[in-house]
């Protein structure tokens, strides 16, 4: 079945370190995202690729860097500039092609603590 | 930039109907979803609404008003299971990418 993975569920950060987050999906979309989402609030773009070899900065990219390489992949690491990274991280993809197409596909989310 | 607003919790009686809304405040509208959320999980998505009207599916129906910048989603015969926290996402102003409101907690008892 298709879908996005996202690895780990759960991630620990010490002080001055980066981690990575890892997405992956094999549903052939071009589009992904990355959101992160604070307890109470909503989800809040943090940057977003159209095409391989391309990503734009979101509303709150400060602290963060992604690439895309591969149409299936997208990571997300967040920098030791990242000075509160305590949050819940979604991925998602966009599938395209029609009303019934175009909703955001979503990873099951790895949640960041720092230690 | 995009204004969504939706409130923060509701509670219901487990069997009851409850209508949850969301006002929206963009240019160039260009559709609205509505997404289920347990706690620690992704959103699932439930409906997207781009033209006026009323969207029934099952137990969960959603209404979009264009005119209004309105719209709310409407869930019958609740079930404790649908405790959730519910997302309003619009797409509009220029972008296709879905900016989404803060979330309504809906608390079902029984």
């Known amino acids: 079945d298709g879908g996005i993975t996202q690895s780990p569920k759960y991630l620990f950060r010490k002080e001055g370190q980066n981690v990575t987050l890892s997405c992956e999906q094999n549903l052939n979309h071009d589009a992904m995202y990355w959101y992160r989402q604070d307890p109470g609030q909503g989800l809040r773009l943090i940057y977003y690729s159209q095409i391989v070899n391309d990503f734009q900065k979101g509303d709150i990219a400060e602290g963060y860097s992604v690439s895309r390489e591969k149409k299936e992949s997208f990571p997300l690491t967040v920098t030791s500039a990242q000075k509160n990274p305590t949050a819940f991280y979604l991925c998602?993809?966009?599938?395209?092609?029609?009303?019934?197409?175009?909703?955001?596909?979503f990873g099951s989310g790895t949640q960041l603590s720092v230690l | 930039g995009q204004n969504i607003d939706q409130p923060t919790e509701m509670t219901a009686t487990e069997g009851a109907i409850v209508q949850i809304n969301c006002t929206y405040q963009?240019?160039?509208?260009?559709?609205l979803f509505w997404y289920q959320q347990h706690a620690g999980e992704a959103p699932t998505f439930l409906s997207y609404?781009?033209?006026?009207g009323l969207e029934e599916k099952g137990r969960f129906s959603s209404f979009l008003s264009r005119s209004k910048g309105y719209s709310y989603l409407l869930l019958k015969e609740l079930q404790m299971k649908d405790s959730a926290s519910y997302l309003c996402a619009v797409k509009g102003g220029g972008s296709y990418i879905p900016t989404f409101g803060r979330g309504t907690s809906l608390i079902v008892h029984p």
């Open positions: 998602a993809s966009l599938g395209q092609g029609g009303p019934t197409n175009e909703k955001l596909f």
């Open positions: 609404n781009v033209l006026d």
């Open positions: 963009t240019s160039g509208f260009n559709g």
